[in-house]
């Protein structure tokens, strides 16, 4: 066959592939706009109703805030482990490095669900469970495998040579990893950053376990209402911004650290 046919052929595919995996997005911008109050397609008027309600809905402020701080606090502890992890599979060999490698990556492979009862048990032997902190651990155990994977790929693209010459200079380890490592694979640690929050922001099957009636995320919210009242304008209304928004930082992330060589 024509390679220039195959070629066509091949991109065609491609672009019904990801038009199908756009159109659910469409939906949801177009319905956020949507003058009805009940979600339907196509949209039956134009209204900013839905945002400007959404700027009043104390609910939906404060479940926001508990996510944002929630993924935040979550991604810090998940860097401040998984770095120095990620730091010392690839420079070291050590008994039980590849068990503990294993380990690490383990939450990529256990279904949520499956995880999130044992967790339940476990927390409330603990008493923290529906706590803050609580939360958090729960969350940086998910983000961790990112962050190693992530930050590993970026180990794979560091000169080392650099390390030995400022080894060779007097440089202490511990110097040498702050100021000239940890510089070299900041596009791995921002974007495994990145992906941890919105890993964790958008968590809802381990948060719906943890969480309690103090500290509900986002996520939490939406699927509690889903439930019991359906689909609700204010709904598909953040979840457009927050769309948005991912979309953004996707577009910026690639364009400036061209992070997609990384994943």
């Known amino acids: 066959m024509n390679d220039k046919i195959v070629a066509k052929l091949t991109n065609g595919i491609a672009l019904i592939v990801l038009a199908f995996m756009l159109l659910p997005i469409i939906v949801l911008f177009l319905n956020a706009f949507n003058a009805s109050r009940i979600f339907e397609f196509p949209p039956r008027g134009f209204t900013l109703e839905w945002f400007i309600q959404l700027s009043n809905s104390q609910e939906y402020q404060t479940s926001i805030r508990v996510s944002t701080m929630l993924a935040i606090s979550a991604v810090v502890l998940a860097l401040v482990t998984g770095v120095p992890a990620a730091f010392a599979i690839d420079r070291y060999q050590f008994p039980g490095r590849n068990f503990m490698q294993g380990l690490f990556l383990s939450p990529l492979l256990l279904p949520s669900i499956v995880w999130a009862v044992g967790l339940v048990q476990y927390y409330a032997r603990l008493r923290i469970l529906g706590s803050f902190p609580g939360m958090v651990l729960a969350h940086s155990i998910i983000i961790i495998p990112y962050v190693i994977r992530l930050v590993l790929s970026s180990f794979a693209f560091l000169d080392r040579e650099l390390e030995n010459a400022a080894r060779s200079l007097g440089a202490s380890p511990i110097r040498t990893f702050f100021e000239i490592t940890v510089p070299l694979i900041i596009p791995g640690i921002i974007i495994s950053a990145i992906f941890g929050f919105m890993i964790s922001f958008t968590d809802v099957v381990v948060s719906s376990f943890v969480s309690g009636a ?49 994943v």
Do not use: C, N, Q
């Open 214 to 262: 103090l500290y509900i995320p986002f996520p939490v919210r939406v699927y509690s209402e889903l439930r019991s009242e359906g689909i609700d304008p204010l709904t598909i209304a953040i979840s457009a911004v927050i769309m948005a928004a991912i979309i953004l930082i996707a577009l910026v992330g690639e364009k400036m650290i061209h992070w997609s060589k990384y």
